[in-house]
C-alpha cells in the first residue's frame, strides 16, 4: 500500500468499523431473530480509541500544521490534549482501568481523526450510509414482517428509526444533482413521519423532533452562509439565548420541579440526579465508563415510583449531561466547543456542496437526539457523531498537503491498528461465552450457564458477566462463598462501586455465607439505590432480627409494611417479588403482574 492511499483506506478502516458494533447483528439479515445478539459486542469505544490514534500518529505533523490562525482549530486540539490529562487524572484518582481510560480517550481522539482525514470521510460517507440504510432496511422490514420492533443493526427500535433517517438520503444520490437536495428531505422527513403510520406502538417522537429540528438548523445556516452580515449579531443572540434558557432549564431540573408535574416522564428525574451527580464530582467527573455504577444514589426518589423505572442508568439520556458527569466542568466545555465545530461547519459550507451536507445533516440530527437518549452513547451513532465533528471542524480551514508517514510514525499507528483488532477479538470472545451462558440459562441448565459464564470472565472480566455467574452462584447452585468472590470483581477489576443490584446480590452471599455483620453495609448501600425495593428492606430486616437487634429490625419492618402497601401488595404476596426481581423495581411490571394474577 502506497502511503499516499494511507488516508484513504485509514477513512475506510473507521467507516466499516462503526458498522460492527454487534457483529451478530449482521446475521438478522438472513435469520429474522438472533436472541442476545447485544451481549457479543465487537467494536466498542476502546476498539475506536485505538483505531481512531492510528491516524492521529500518523498524520499529526499534518495536524499541527492545518488551521493556521484559526483560534476554534487551535483551541480544539489544545483543549483535546488537556482532555487526554484529565483522563489521566482519573486514573490516578480512581484506579487504573485500561477499558475506562480507552473509553473516555475516544472522545478526544476520534474527533481528531475526523479532522485530520476530513476529506475522505466525506468521499466515502454517502457509501457508508448507503451501506448502513440497506442492511438496516432489509433488517427491519424482516422484523416487521414477523410482528416484532423494528431494531435493525442498533438493537434498539428507537436509535433504529434515527439510524434510518439519517441514511436514507444516500438513496437521492443515484438522482442527478438538481433533484438530490429536495429528495433527500422528502425521503428522510417521510420515513420520520410514516413510522407512525408504519408501527405507531414503536415509533420514535425522538427521532420525528430531531429530523424536523435537525432541517430547521441547516436551513438556519444556509441563510447564515449567504448573509455574513447576520453571522456576528445571530452568534450574540444565540449564545445569550442558550444561557439564559440553559440556567432556566438547569435550575428548574435541579429543583424537581419539571419531574414532579410529570411524573411518568422520568428523563427529567434521570437529568435531576445526573445534575446532582456533575454538582458533586464537579473538579474531575467519575468518568464516562463509571457513570453507571455512581448514579443511582443521586437519583430522586420519585424516579423509582414511575413506569419506567428501572435498575441501570448506563446515561442520562442527555449527552450534554453525560460530557459534564464524565469530565467535571471541563466537560462542560468540551461539549459547548463540540457544539461550537458543528454549527461553524455547517454555517461555512459551500451552497450545493453535497458532500458536506450528509455531513451537517447526520451530525444535526445525531446531536438533537442525543439530548433525548442513549443514542450516542452506543459506538456506532456515538463514533460517526464524533468523526464528523471533526469533519465539520475541518470546514474552511486551511488545508496542507499531508505529509506521507515516516517509518517512526507508521509502526506505533500499525501497533495500535493491530491492538484493536486483538481487543475485538477479545470482546467477542467474551461476549460469545456470555451469550452462550445466559442461553444456557434461559435453558435451565445452570451447569452449562456457569462453565460458559467462567469462560467469559477468563477471557474478560466485564461488570455484565460477574453479576451473571454471580447470579447463578448464588441462586441456582446456592454456593453463597463464590458468588461473593465474584461479586467482589466488580469493583476491583471494573472500577465500579455498583452494578444494578450487585450490593443487594453481596449482602446476600454474605449473610448466606455465615458473615451477617459484614452484609449491613451492603443492605444499606443497595437501600440508597433501590429505595422501593421490598425485598431488600425484608433480607435486611431478617439479618438484623438473626443479630438480635430487635429495635433496628422493628423499625426496617415498618418501613416494610408502608412500602408493601405503596406497592399495591398484600405481606403474604412477598414471595412473589422475592421470586422475580423486576416486579420489585418495576412499577409498571408489577402493575399489570397483579392485574393477571387478580382477574
Not at 293 to 306: N, R, W
Not at 376 to 384: E, H, K, N
Not at 413 to 436: D, I, M, Q, T
Not at 498 to 525: D, I, K, N, T, V
Request: hydrophobic share 50%; charged share 15%.
Amino acid at each position: 500500500m502506497k502511503a499516499e492511499s494511507l488516508p484513504g483506506w485509514s477513512a475506510v478502516l473507521l467507516l466499516s468499523a462503526l458498522l460492527l458494533q454487534f457483529p451478530l447483528a449482521w446475521w438478522k439479515t438472513a435469520a429474522v431473530t438472533v436472541p442476545l445478539f447485544g451481549e457479543v459486542a465487537g467494536v466498542d469505544f476502546s476498539v475506536l480509541a485505538l483505531l481512531g490514534l492510528g491516524p492521529v500518529l500518523c498524520f499529526l505533523p499534518t495536524l499541527l500544521r492545518m488551521g493556521g490562525r484559526d483560534l476554534l482549530f487551535r483551541l480544539f486540539l489544545l483543549l483535546a490534549g488537556i482532555g487526554m490529562v484529565v483522563l489521566l487524572l482519573q486514573q490516578v484518582s480512581f484506579g487504573w482501568n485500561s477499558g475506562h481510560f480507552l473509553n473516555g480517550l475516544f472522545y478526544f481522539v476520534f474527533p481528531l481523526a475526523g479532522l485530520v482525514l476530513a476529506r475522505e470521510i466525506r468521499r466515502r460517507l454517502p457509501c457508508f450510509l448507503l451501506v448502513l440504510f440497506l442492511a438496516s432496511a432489509a433488517i427491519s422490514l424482516r422484523e416487521l414482517a414477523a410482528g416484532l420492533p423494528a431494531t435493525g443493526l442498533a438493537g434498539n427500535w428507537n436509535w433504529n428509526w434515527t439510524l434510518l433517517v439519517i441514511s436514507i438520503p444516500s438513496l437521492a444520490f443515484f438522482l442527478p444533482a438538481r433533484f438530490r437536495l429536495a429528495v433527500g428531505f422528502l425521503l428522510a422527513f417521510g420515513l420520520a413521519a410514516g413510522q407512525f403510520l408504519l408501527i405507531p406502538h414503536y415509533a420514535s417522537r425522538g427521532t420525528l423532533f430531531s429530523t424536523f429540528c435537525a432541517a430547521v438548523l441547516l436551513g438556519g445556516a444556509a441563510l447564515l452562509h449567504r448573509h455574513r452580515q447576520w453571522r456576528m449579531p445571530v452568534a450574540v443572540a444565540t449564545v445569550l439565548t442558550a444561557a439564559v434558557l440553559g440556567c432556566t432549564v438547569y435550575l428548574s431540573l435541579r429543583s424537581g420541579y419539571p419531574a414532579d408535574r410529570l411524573p411518568q416522564e422520568n428523563r427529567l428525574m434521570v437529568w435531576q440526579g445526573a445534575i446532582a451527580l456533575g454538582e458533586e464530582r464537579l473538579l474531575l467527573g467519575v468518568g464516562p465508563s463509571r457513570f453507571e455504577g455512581e448514579i443511582a444514589p443521586y437519583l430522586p426518589v420519585s424516579y423509582f415510583d414511575s413506569d419506567f423505572a428501572a435498575d441501570r442508568h448506563p446515561h442520562p439520556h442527555n449527552e450534554l449531561l453525560f460530557y459534564w458527569c464524565g469530565f467535571g466542568l471541563f466537560g462542560i466545555v468540551w461539549g459547548i466547543l463540540t457544539l461550537a465545530a458543528g454549527f461553524r461547519g455547517m454555517i461555512r459550507r459551500r451552497r450545493g456542496d453535497e458532500l458536506i451536507l450528509p455531513v451537517a445533516w447526520c451530525w444535526a440530527v445525531l446531536l438533537l437526539h442525543g439530548q433525548l437518549d442513549v443514542l450516542l452513547a452506543t459506538p456506532l451513532a456515538g463514533g460517526l457523531f464524533a468523526l464528523l465533528t471533526g469533519v465539520l471542524l475541518a470546514v474552511g480551514v486551511r488545508r496542507v498537503r499531508a505529509v506521507p508517514p515516516a517509518w517512526s510514525r507508521f509502526a506505533p499507528a500499525a501497533l495500535l491498528w493491530g491492538g484493536a483488532l486483538v481487543l475485538f477479538g477479545v470482546n467477542f470472545a467474551g461476549g460469545w461465552y456470555c451469550r452462550s451462558g445466559k442461553l444456557a440459562l434461559l435453558d435451565g441448565d445452570p451447569a452449562t450457564a456457569r462453565r460458559d459464564l467462567e469462560r467469559s470472565v477468563e477471557i474478560r472480566p466485564t461488570a455484565e458477566n460477574l453479576y451473571t455467574l454471580a447470579g447463578v452462584e448464588l441462586f441456582d447452585f446456592q454456593d453463597p462463598r463464590p458468588a461473593a468472590a465474584t461479586l467482589a470483581g466488580i469493583p476491583a477489576e471494573c472500577r465500579l462501586s455498583s452494578y444494578s443490584h450487585s450490593f443487594g446480590r453481596m449482602a446476600r452471599a454474605l449473610a448466606a455465607s455465615g458473615q451477617p455483620e459484614a452484609a449491613l453495609p451492603y443492605f444499606e448501600a443497595e437501600q440508597k439505590n433501590f429505595p422501593r425495593s421490598a425485598v431488600n428492606l425484608r433480607l435486611w430486616q431478617s439479618v438484623l432480627e438473626h443479630l438480635g437487634r430487635r429495635e433496628e429490625a422493628g423499625r426496617l419492618e415498618e418501613r416494610w409494611l408502608e412500602l408493601m402497601t405503596r406497592k399495591g401488595l398484600r405481606p403474604e404476596e412477598f414471595p412473589y417479588l422475592l421470586r422475580n426481581q423486576i416486579l420489585d423495581d418495576s412499577p409498571l411490571e408489577l402493575r399489570t403482574f397483579l392485574e393477571e394474577l387478580r382477574k
